[in-house]
């Protein structure tokens, strides 16, 4: 569960321009 909130808060910060390799 936790695993699918992560993916789904870096689609978050990819519409944003942000990468989850950049936190």
Do not use: F, N, P, T
């Not at 569960?1 to 936190?23: C, F, N, P, Q, T």
Request: hydrophobic share 45%; net charge negative; aromatic share 14%.
């Amino acid at each position: 569960m936790k695993s699918l909130l992560y993916v789904i808060y870096a689609e978050e910060l990819s519409r944003k321009g942000v990468h989850w390799e950049d936190i």
